[in-house]
T-cell receptor
Framework: EAQVTQNPRYLITVTGKKLTVTCSQNMNHEYMSWYRQDPGLGLRQIYYSMNVEVTDKGDVPEGYKVSRKEKRNFPLILESPSPNQTSLYFC?????????????FGEGSRLTVL | SQQGEEDPQALSIQEGENATMNCSYKTSINNLQWYRQNSGRGLVHLILIRSNEREKHSGRLRVTLDTSKKSSSLLITASRAADTASYFCATSTSNDYKLSFGAGTTVTVRA
């Protein structure tokens, strides 16, 4: 089954404790992206990757890092989480071109930073 | 920054009625997409309309695009309880590889 898998789905952590949210897709998609969703703000893009070893900042990259060493994986790293990073995070991937490709989303990772 | 903005923010209708929501955007686009999100779940792609298209249908969904007004509408006909969800428009411009999402319209279908 074609899917985007995120882990963990739920996480409560404390300020400053490094964490990684993993994302994996099995559709051989080149493009992958991370979004955060906050009430009233919709989805805001954090980082995206056009292909292996190619990453770029989205609209809200501060406090986050990503890496793309393999095509299927695109982990999101919070080196020193802060309470304002409490949010619902989504990983997404896309095949095809900019003009035709739909995004496939994971089920989300709800992060709480105390 | 948000490119698309949906209107209304929330909509409550009776089962069987039609639901219409609108999306306005600010800059010229390559395409516009609509997504559905059931509570707490990931977004699911519904339909994509290109900038040179004016109307598109998919099952009970009808999407229109008016590039002169920089707006799109999503119509769900004969709504069902299962249509209860949040609906988001997302726009793509020609020079970037990002999809910019609006804040969404929350639709509640009452039985």
């Amino acid at each position: 089954e074609a899917q985007v898998t995120q882990n963990p789905r739920y996480l409560i952590t404390v300020t400053g404790k490094k964490l990684t949210v993993t994302c994996s897709q099995n559709m051989n998609h080149e493009y992958m992206s991370w979004y955060r969703q906050d009430p009233g703000l919709g989805l805001r893009q954090i980082y995206y990757s056009m292909n292996v070893e190619v990453t770029d900042k989205g609209d809200v990259p501060e406090g986050y890092k990503v890496s793309r060493k393999e095509k299927r994986n695109f982990p999101l790293i919070l080196e020193s989480p802060s309470p304002n990073q409490t949010s619902l995070y989504f990983c997404a991937s896309r095949g095809g071109s900019v003009n035709t490709g739909e995004l496939f989303f994971g089920e989300g990772s709800r992060l709480t930073v105390l | 920054s948000q490119q698309g903005e949906e209107d209304p923010q929330a909509l409550s209708i009776q089962e069987g009625e039609n639901a219409t929501m609108n999306c306005s955007y600010k800059t010229s686009i390559n395409n516009l997409q609509w997504y559905r999100q059931n509570s707490g779940r990931g977004l699911v792609h519904l339909i994509l309309i290109r900038s040179n298209e004016r109307e598109k249908h998919s099952g009970r969904l009808r999407v229109t695009l008016d590039t002169s007004k920089k707006s799109s509408s999503l119509l769900i006909t004969a709504s069902r309880a299962a249509d209860t969800a949040s609906y988001f428009c997302a726009t793509s411009t020609s020079n970037d590889y990002k999809l910019s999402f609006g804040a969404g319209t929350t639709v509640t279908v009452r039985a």
